[in-house]
């Protein structure tokens, strides 16, 4: 999420152009994942990683699923910041850990395809459904400037390096996975 913050926690951890260019605060590529904006945020990001990635982490192993979970939210925190660095984003403190949380869905959804997950607890969705849902709602919010405050950009790259990282170092292409999966 993308949200302006004064507080010195918050400007030491979170990921801000300033703070790495001029100040060299490198460490806020990784630490910017485990400052939350809100109560909320942490509580929602912390319950996808409970459901999803407690599944995920028994598939991939937790050695596997730790380079998963960190590696993809510092690339996706990257990406961000190469964009808000070139587009002028220099106010930006990026916090959260939705790259890497986004990224687990995307590999939950390839590694258990068949799963359904409960919307509202009342509305069963196939989980690579909800994946490509949540990337077109993502992608609208980044383009048409919907839900102002938040890093629909991180999270589009959370799901990208999900999948770099599936196919690069796991040799699984999503959705050759998706297709197998429902073809009857």
């Known amino acids: 999420y993308r949200l302006y913050r004064s507080d010195i926690l918050y400007s030491y951890l979170s990921l801000n152009v300033v703070n790495v260019v001029i100040h060299k605060m490198l460490w806020q590529f990784i630490t910017y994942m485990f400052v939350h904006g809100s109560v909320s945020h942490l509580f ?21 699923f730790l380079l998963f979970y960190l590696l993809t939210g510092f690339l996706s925190g990257l990406l ?8 002028g984003g220099h106010r930006v403190f990026l916090m ?47 383009f048409l400037s919907l839900r102002k405050g938040v890093a629909h950009i991180t999270h589009l790259a959370g799901f990208a390096f999900a999948w770099l990282y599936l196919q690069v170092r796991i040799g699984v292409n999503p959705l050759k996975v998706w297709r197998n999966a429902f073809r009857h």
């Open 44 to 64: 929602f990001n912390m319950l996808a990683l409970f459901f999803f990635g407690n599944m995920l982490e028994r598939a991939m192993g937790s050695k596997e």
């Open 80 to 87: 961000s910041f190469i964009i808000y660095y070139f587009s």
């Open 96 to 142: 959260g850990a939705s790259g890497a949380i986004y990224a687990v869905l995307l590999a939950y959804a390839v590694y258990f395809p068949r799963n359904r997950i409960f919307i509202w607890g009342i509305v069963p969705v196939p989980a690579p459904v909800l994946v490509v849902v949540y990337a077109g709602i993502e992608f609208a919010s980044q």
